[in-house]
């Protein structure tokens, strides 16, 4: 059912929410844009202006590397600035309640951790921008020492423990999912009875197949995004308006 206007929409939304006893929210770039993070993918987006840098390319080229460190530097002022809007304070008000046990997101600004989520109970499928980790042991870098040693060194640092490069810790193209994470949304998206699709265009795979997993398991779907979907006509609601102005009535309840 598509909402006809976003008053009744809220309203039946509520409703369902309350009726809900497990919710699982999943959440897309489009609740972030409110916060100043842009949507990498939409036209005029960054990702139509750079071209991404594939994995296999930043494991080969250290001049890769340097693009894409120089590239995430230069967002710092964008990521830091930023901080949780509406829809992050309404989801984080429903994880307070108990009804929502973690959280699935495509999304790498950790703005779901600073709404009040505990950090084991946002599944980052596509990792986080906030730090840094190597690719080879895995350690964890602060992105301050990164850019510190690139500033000093001219080129984007290894690891001081086993020499392979140091990249932000998310997923890039080419890059395999990360199976806990990967496990853990599908263990979510087959155990709710509501299922919460926002500010995602559902084409990214496989993260896109969390909604039909968790309608084929019972739960009910609602698709909140400005833009249409391919699921939209599964759902048991969609409503195609401001996520800000959808999600924010329910913030502190």
């Known amino acids: ?47 139509t202006r750079n071209r991404p840098i594939d994995f296999s390319e930043f494991v080969a080229s250290q001049e890769a590397r340097d693009e894409s460190w120089r590239r995430r530097f230069a967002m710092e002022p964008t990521f830091a600035a930023a901080k949780p809007g509406r829809g992050h304070r309404a989801l984080a008000s429903l994880y307070r309640s108990g009804k929502s046990p973690a959280i699935i997101t495509q999304n790498i600004d950790n703005l779901h951790q600073a709404s009040g989520f ?3 109970d946002v599944v980052e499928l596509h990792g986080n921008t906030t730090y840094a980790r190597c690719i080879g042991c895995g350690k964890a870098y602060d992105l301050k020492w990164v850019k510190a040693r690139f500033d000093e060194e001219g ?10 490069p140091v990249k932000t810790a998310t997923i890039s193209f080419g890059q395999s999912m990360p199976e806990e994470e990967m496990r853990r949304a ?13 500010g995602s265009s559902l084409v990214v795979w496989p993260a896109a197949g969390f909604p039909l997993m968790a309608k084929r ?9 400005r833009e249409p979907t391919e699921q ?20 502190g309840n």
Not at 4 to 26: H, N, Q, W
């Open 232 to 251: 939209d006509d599964i759902a048991d609601l969609v409503l195609r308006y401001d996520i800000g102005e959808t999600l924010g009535p329910f913030v």
């Open 186 to 198: 599908t263990e979510l998206a087959q155990q709710c009875d509501l299922f919460l699709a926002i």
């Open 1 to 47: 059912m598509i909402a006809t206007d976003l008053r009744s929409g809220v309203e039946r939304l509520g409703d369902m929410i309350a009726e809900a006893s497990v919710i699982v929210p999943f959440t897309g770039a489009g609740i972030s844009t409110e916060c100043g993070i842009p949507d990498f993918r939409s036209p005029g987006g960054i990702w």
């Open 118 to 120: 505990k950090a084991d």
């Open 155 to 164: 080129r984007a640092p290894d690891c001081t423990s086993c020499g392979e």
């Open 217 to 225: 398991n019972g739960a009910r779907l609602v698709i909140i995004n």
